[in-house]
């Protein structure tokens, strides 16, 4: 059965769905140029990192939380086979994030949600994995831990995560970067990254076999871990 029929569809709401996290809106018709001037291009290479690293079946179903304009999650549609039933299924809490993926995403097995990560709308154990970057940092420490376990939820036994975001930074140039965007985005959420708090978060969530596969630009790390299967 086509895994579009299997993940019940999830209507768009009037307004943006309500989230302590930081929402991006006026942001998302320039966030693909903006984000690599900002970054200097290291999100391409930990998105790039991610996708890579993701075992993926072509009839496989995958969740990309906190997903923008979709670029990651297109990178990983391409490899999937809709006649197969595979779906990337991409969520943002931004109604114009998400208007910007739909529009990019014509033709691949795409899908684009509205809604939080901390109430995902699915059922449990439908995705054969999840995948989440540079979004943590958007949520107060309480709501990382929800999405967390909302990311569990939904992952089937067995299912791989993959999640870049900001860690501990791990060099001058990291420090000085992570300590800017605290202050220049009025986020001390990124702090919250910053202090390492990450992988102790994937544990309480009920994550098992956590490690880091790649860490980039002094402060950016890629972490792969597994629900359990029992
Ligand atoms: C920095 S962007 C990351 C985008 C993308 N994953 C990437 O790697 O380029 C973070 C995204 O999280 C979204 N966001 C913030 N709070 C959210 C929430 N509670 N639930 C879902 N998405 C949220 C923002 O609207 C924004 O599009």
Not at 38 to 61: D, I, K, V, Y
Not at 90 to 104: I, T
Not at 142 to 150: G, I, S
Request: hydrophobic residues 45%; positive net charge.
């Amino acid at each position: 059965m086509p895994a579009i029929d299997t993940i019940p569809p999830v209507p768009d709401p009037a307004h943006a769905p309500p989230t302590r996290g930081v929402v991006l809106r006026r942001a998302a018709q320039l966030y693909d140029l903006l984000t690599p001037l900002m970054m200097f291009g290291q999100e391409g290479r930990a998105n790039r990192r991610t996708a890579e690293l993701l075992p993926l079946q072509p009839g496989g179903r995958v969740l990309d939380v906190g997903c923008a304009t979709g670029a990651l999650t297109r990178r990983l549609a391409r490899r999937l086979d809709p006649a197969r039933g595979g779906l990337a299924l991409g969520l943002d809490a931004s109604p114009d994030m998400v208007a910007v993926a739909r529009r990019r995403s014509a033709a691949l097995p795409c899908r684009f949600d509205i809604a939080t990560a901390e109430a995902l709308p699915y059922p449990d154990a439908v995705f054969d994995a999840v995948v989440s970057t540079f979004f943590l940092h958007h949520l107060d420490r309480a709501d990382k831990l929800r999405a967390l376990c909302e990311a569990w939820r939904v992952l089937k036994p067995g299912g791989p995560c993959l999640i870049a975001d900001i860690d501990r930074p791990y060099n001058a140039f990291g420090r000085l970067t992570v300590a800017t965007a605290e202050h220049l985005f009025h986020q001390p959420q990124i702090g919250e990254n910053a202090s390492g708090m990450l992988p102790e978060l994937f544990a309480a969530a009920g994550f098992r076999e956590v490690r880091c596969e790649g860490r980039f630009a002094g402060y950016i790390s890629v972490f792969m871990m597994a629900r359990a299967l029992h």
